[in-house]
């Protein structure tokens, strides 16, 4: 399933879909589970749709009822007719897939659109010099963690070990929420995951946005790793930027992580089982439901208070993790003359870019400790330079936050130039946050990208 969306990740690119609704149809969509469409949905993201939509089908309705929300699909079955598309509607852009003929992808590294379908990657990774070695596999997160998910790479899993192999890479799986991860602990497929050489981690983003404490290689050694995470960009899982990562379905990520090798097709390659004998991975299965339902897991809702006139939310001055935020001073109504541009972002500029995760989270919290993150990804065109800016009023050249520290000091508002889908990526409100804490006054660019973001069960 996800196959679809990097196919046509790979068609129109991470722009592509900028101020676009992308709508399937067709004869293929009714054999895709909910949570496979939830997935593509999702995706959509990666090419800059502002949304993708499916037409309402039964594996919606199924979906629903097993997650005790029966009513919304009674509801959406009366107005079914209209849940679709128009017949004979005209399109700016058609594309046709055939689903029987759609090969199974890997997209990347450093960008989500870079699309390979298997049978041409072996001589892919040959031609442009890529890390053969496959050092880490990993699959989950918010995007391809659901139980059909699960199920499927578990499958394979399965299979591996019946012929005496584990994980020849690390593995890890992060359980896209608490329901999924109490429903596979249930079902077998965490131990199934655990005897097969997988580390679960907990159900959060983790290393999908950068929370990986990585200790197998060193920063600044070039290495791949794959997952079937939705974004792919430069040092964004562990903060290195010789890091390789390439985006696949978890079907993909468990076999190339049993081989341990980007130079496998396990389509038509065979595996060395343990006493020697060569075989092929069985085709992968998993139900797109569970038969005995979802088991909800751990309640941790902590319910606000009925009154909360009463409550004071109280934050040491101290603290490093936390702080109130103050309002923004609204516009005066005048327009701004004379402004001096921060900094003119070259290329890519992703979200990534303006607000780096990973160790910067612990500061989610706290607006100004956060912003010393500023854009210090981004290339400035003047110089080809990451985090290395020059100050018009001393002429002198520091990091991009300290810059524009100095303008706010001296009450000076600035802007920043972007390029082409400023701001790819997830959800990051701190992306928009940080530049007008330190002074930003507006982003001027040829086009932005669409931020969303999606969990699926």
Not at 76 to 90: F, K, M, N, S, T
């Amino acid at each position: 399933m996800l196959d679809i969306i990097l196919k046509v990740a790979g068609i129109l690119t991470v722009k592509g879909g900028t101020g676009a609704i992308v709508e399937y149809h067709g004869p293929g969509t009714e054999s895709l589970s909910c949570t496979g469409m939830g997935t593509i949905c999702n995706m959509g993201a990666e090419i800059g749709a502002t949304t993708s939509v499916f037409p309402f089908n039964d594996r919606m309705y199924d979906y629903l009822k097993a997650t005790k929300r029966q009513a919304i699909g009674d509801f959406a079955r009366e107005y079914a007719a209209e849940l679709r598309e128009d017949q004979g509607a005209e399109y700016d852009q058609f594309i046709e897939l055939n689903l029987s003929e759609l090969e199974p992808h890997i997209n990347g590294p450093f960008t989500p659109d870079l699309a390979t379908p298997i049978s041409k990657f072996k001589q892919a990774v040959k031609d442009n010099k890529w890390p053969e070695d496959l050092k880490v596999g990993l699959i989950g997160s918010c995007t391809n963690s659901s139980y059909e998910d699960m199920s499927r790479a578990a499958s394979i899993a399965e299979d591996a070990m019946s012929h005496g192999l584990k994980a020849k890479a690390l593995f890890t799986v992060t359980p896209g929420s608490e329901q999924i991860r109490a429903t596979i602990a249930r079902d077998g497929q965490m131990k199934t995951f655990e005897e097969f050489g997988g580390m679960v981690l907990a159900n959060a983003c983790g290393p999908c946005i950068g929370q990986w404490d990585r200790k197998d290689v060193k920063k600044g050694e070039p290495n791949s790793i794959i997952s079937s995470y939705n974004r792919n960009f430069t040092g964004r899982n562990d903060a290195n930027p010789a890091t390789h990562a390439f985006v696949t379905s978890p079907d993909l990520v468990v076999a190339l992580t049993i081989a341990g090798t980007l130079n496998f097709n396990p389509l038509t390659d065979k595996l060395k089982d343990k006493d020697g004998n060569e075989f092929l991975l069985k085709e992968p299965s998993g139900d797109g439901l569970p038969r005995n339902g979802y088991d909800p897991g751990e309640n941790t809702y902590q319910a606000p208070p009925a009154d909360r006139a009463s409550v004071s939310v109280a934050v040491a001055p101290t603290s490093d993790r936390l702080q109130i935020l103050e309002p923004f001073k609204p516009w005066d109504g005048k327009d701004a003359l004379d402004i001096p541009i921060l900094i003119k972002a070259q290329g890519k500029t992703t979200t990534d870019h303006i607000s780096m995760a990973g160790p910067w989270l612990k500061y989610r919290g706290h607006l100004d400790n956060i912003s010393n993150n500023m854009l210090i990804g981004a290339t400035n065109a003047a110089n080809g330079e990451a985090n290395k800016i020059q100050n018009f009023t001393t002429g002198d050249w520091g990091a991009v936050p300290a810059v524009a520290r100095d303008y706010k000091a001296k009450g000076i508002q600035w802007v920043v130039v972007g390029d082409w889908n400023y701001g790819e990526g997830s959800s990051r409100e701190h992306a928009a946050l940080e530049p007008r804490h330190l002074g930003g006054l507006a982003i001027i660019t040829r086009s932005f990208a669409r931020i969303v973001s999606f969990s699926s069960d």
